[in-house]
Each structure stands twice: as C-alpha cells, then as structure tokens.
C-alpha cells in the first residue's frame, strides 16, 4: 500500500513568502484526499513513479513505514537526495533507523511501554492503565519531528543542502522519566512508581496584589 500527498502549507513560508512543500508517505487507510493504490506490482510501479515526482517537487517529505522499506521503492533517503539534494527527509519510526529494534513495528502503547512509563501510571502494576493521550505518537514523535523539521529548513536556507531527520518515538520519551528521577534521587534509591512530587508553594505579598511562586 502506498499513500502520497504533496501540499502547500500556507502557515510554513520562507522568507520571500513561498510555502513549504510537504510530500506525506505513509501507510494506512483510504483516504480521499491522499490517492490510494494498492495491489498488483503494477500498480506500485506507477504509484513509486508518481510518488518520485513528489519527492522531486517537495521541499520536505515526511515518511513512517518501516526502516528500508521506501528504499526498496527507490525512494529511501539516498535515492531521493540524488534527484533533490535540498530535501528535507523526515523518517518518524518506533527504535530509529538503526540498532538492534530498528526493524520491529508497534504503536503508541508499545513504545510507552519500552521505556517504561507505562508503569508509572497509577493502578496496580499488573493491570497498568492506559494514558488517556497518545504520548509516543505526539510527543516522541509529532513535536520533535516539525522542530528538526523546521532546524532542517533552516540549515537549508544557510547551505543549501537537505539532511535525514531519524525521529525514534522510544528514544524521544526518555525525557518524561525527569519527574520520577528526581524521585528516585529524593527517596534514596528507593524507587516507587506511586511516588508523587508536591512542590512547596507559599503567597508572598507584592506591591499589587498578592503573588504565588515555588521552592
């Protein structure tokens, strides 16, 4: 299955005013608004033509299939770079184009759970609760890939010259674990998952009204 779109968006603009063109590569569901075409190898064919032509057009392309798999489609990082050497390549995977995980696919749950945060969450610890918000997926994944995105462009604007972003979902969660390891630090090693930071708060008087500060 391959999904393709090229767009214009209009809140990301260069200096003199043009809009960044994205392409979006991804797999999933039919999406009118994308063009779908799956099935016979035919069909790939043309849709990897088409999609090349994207990529030669885009200022950005944004990609989430597993590591290699664009590639065997002619339009792995390299490949594309060779046709517009100022492209912005963005691969947003669960472990990252290398390492011994590289290869392995999961969602949202699985990489909270690899790194652990899942067990931070209250409930007992064989039945851990779910996080009522997607954390991998827009915060290991969506924000740090539109920053390096946009530090991408930038460098461009400088050099001339695109660069592969390797967004690793897994890898950008680590920095939720700051709150518990302070808490390992203040309870001397004695790490509980259920331990809760409070954070001292006072009134202090100000010249007007009143003003409320920590620490």
Not at 30 to 39: N, Y
Not at 41 to 68: M, T
Not at 165 to 191: C, N, Y
Request: aromatic share 6%; proline share 5%.
């Amino acid at each position: 299955v391959v999904e393709r779109m090229l767009s214009l968006h209009p809140d990301m603009r260069y200096a003199d005013g043009r809009a960044v063109a994205v392409a979006l590569f991804g797999e999933g569901g039919d999406h009118s608004q994308v063009g779908h075409v799956a099935g016979a190898e035919q069909q790939h064919r043309l849709a990897a033509r088409e999609a090349r032509q994207l990529a030669l057009e885009s200022d950005v392309l944004i990609e989430n299939y597993k590591v290699g798999q664009l590639a065997g489609y002619g339009l792995g990082y390299e490949q594309v770079r060779a046709i517009n050497p100022g492209i912005v390549y963005c691969s947003i995977t669960g472990y990252g184009q290398t390492g011994p995980r590289a290869d392995e696919a999961g969602h949202d749950l699985n990489y909270i759970g690899s790194t652990g945060l899942l067990a931070l969450n209250p409930g007992p610890q064989d039945r851990p609760v779910v996080p009522p918000a997607l954390v991998a997926d827009i915060g290991g994944g969506t924000l740090p890939a539109v920053m390096n995105i946009l530090l991408g462009l930038r460098q461009r604007d400088r050099t001339g010259q695109g660069c592969h972003i390797d967004i690793a979902m897994t890898d950008a969660l680590f920095h939720f674990h700051e709150g518990q390891l302070m808490a390992h630090h203040l309870t001397g090693g004695e790490f509980d998952p259920t331990f809760q930071i409070t954070v001292p708060r006072r009134d202090t008087a100000a010249r007007r009204g009143s003003a409320s500060h920590v620490g």
